[in-house]
């Protein structure tokens, strides 16, 4: 028992290797990763909407929140090192991101939903805009958010729980599924 123990401390400690999706991303020089939030049934968000309030949202459901969970261990799996995780303001982006596991998260109002009027379009993606223009190519930031912010920025219309590769200094973006 104890060499079976000794065997996985070991095994542990080994460096992680790259995995598809992280040698992808440095192909590409990728620093920013767009997460869609993970599965969420419906379509929009109840007339009643309000930010801050979750009962007021879509929301994710088990299968969401299984599929939120699973994808931190794919991330975290891969090797990624996050030097920051932001997530939208709406609740089923940042019960994605608290449930990814991958490290402290906040909310960024750039990566708000402007679908159905609930953020305002232009100022929303101007932040984004700023933000992303603001990083550095030796970064990696996860951004968790939804289908109509990743579109708008990348023209790629990923599913819930969807990945898209994104270089800022290029604009070059990439679906990404396992």
């Not at 699973?70 to 303001?89: H, K, N, T, Y």
């Not at 982006?93 to 159905?116: H, I």
């Amino acid at each position: 028992m104890r060499a079976l123990i000794l065997s996985l401390l070991f095994i542990t400690s080994l460096p992680l290797q790259a995995g598809e999706l992280a040698q992808r991303a440095e192909q590409m020089n990728a620093n920013v990763i767009f997460m869609r939030h993970a599965l969420a049934p419906g379509f929009g968000d109840p007339d009643n909407f309000e930010v801050g309030r979750c009962e007021t949202q879509r929301n994710l459901d088990a299968q969401g929140r299984q599929q939120a969970r699973d994808l931190g261990v794919r991330l975290a799996a891969e090797g990624f090192q996050f030097s920051q995780i932001l997530s939208s303001e709406w609740c089923r982006c940042y019960e994605t991101a608290d449930l990814l596991e991958l490290g402290e998260w906040q909310t960024f109002s750039g990566l708000n939903s402007f679908f159905q009027g609930h953020a305002p379009r232009e100022q929303t993606l101007s932040k984004l805009n700023q933000y992303l223009d603001s990083l550095s190519s030796d970064q990696m930031v996860l951004l968790v958010t939804h289908q109509v912010v990743i579109s708008a920025t990348t023209g790629i219309s990923p599913p819930s729980g969807g990945l898209v590769l994104f270089n800022s200094s290029t604009g070059k973006a990439e679906s990404w599924r396992w």
